[in-house]
T-cell receptor
Framework: GAGVSQSPSNKVTEKGKDVELRCDPISGHTALYWYRQSLGQGLEFLIYFQGNSAPDKSGLPSDRFSAERTGGSVSTLTIQRTQQEDSAVYLC??????????????FGPGTRLTVL | AQSVTQLGSHVSVSEGALVLLRCNYSSSVPPYLFWYVQYPNQGLQLLLKYTTGATLVKGINGFEAEFKKSETSFHLTKPSAHMSDAAEYFCAVRRVGDTGGFKTIFGAGTRLFVKA
């Protein structure tokens, strides 16, 4: 596609439910990142994929959060037993990742998650 | 550890006035520095980046930033604000993650308001 797409754009769920957020990166981009943007906060790094593997999961806030990437393309971020503090905008980004790591990250529009 | 500090969560300027958004970083190694802009309900877009070489970096939409190692700063400027510049701006530093790959650390963001 022309850019990074994310779905759904908005998700409202009840506390305790599981949610899945999807990211479609730009075709050919090997690196994929998930970030969380809470109200009035900056972007919080969650996880980074290179291909299908995740060398850096250090930002996942708890074991309720997990992510996978298949075929070196689509990624899904899953939040189990959602809590109200999980409410935020979840942003996905992708980049051509080679040596140097200076390739531009292209961001999707985000998924706004609201946990009631 | 690396961190990014943006001074002022909100900045208001008049149309046609100078825009100055401040960013200071801490880094134990020469950093890669970035400025991103986020318009409402959109993902982040790269404005400009500093890697090596010339310390004055020009970006899109008339913005520029100067890397000052002695001051550990990377302030963003634009000589004359336009109404369309109203958005949130994020300063970021990129480093190698603990388990490989590249991690981008974002500041908390500065929301720019432009008055007619």
């Amino acid at each position: 596609g022309a850019g990074v797409s994310q779905s759904p754009s908005n998700k409202v769920t009840e506390k305790g439910k599981d949610v899945e957020l999807r990211c479609d990166p730009i075709s050919g981009h090997t690196a994929l990142y998930w970030y969380r943007q809470s109200l009035g906060q900056g972007l919080e790094f969650l996880i980074y994929f290179q291909g299908n593997s995740a060398p850096d999961k250090s930002g996942l806030p708890s074991d309720r959060f997990s992510a996978e990437r298949t075929g070196g393309s689509v990624s899904t971020l899953t939040i189990q037993r959602t809590q109200q503090e999980d409410s935020a905008v979840y942003l996905c980004a992708s980049s051509l990742e080679g040596t140097g790591g200076l390739n531009e990250q292209f961001f999707g529009p985000g998924t706004r998650l609201t946990v009631l | 550890a690396q961190s990014v500090t943006q001074l002022g969560s909100h900045v208001s300027v008049s149309e046609g006035a100078l825009v100055l958004l401040r960013c200071n970083y801490s880094s134990s190694v020469p950093p890669y520095l970035f400025w991103y802009v986020q318009y409402p309900n959109q993902g982040l877009q790269l404005l400009l980046k500093y890697t090596t070489g010339a310390t004055l970096v020009k970006g899109i939409n008339g913005f520029e930033a100067e890397f000052k190692k002695s001051e550990t700063s990377f302030h963003l400027t634009k000589p004359s604000a336009h109404m369309s510049d109203a958005a949130e701006y994020f300063c970021a530093v990129r480093r190698v993650g603990d388990t490989g790959g590249f991690k981008t650390i974002f500041g908390a963001g500065t929301r720019l308001f432009v008055k007619a």
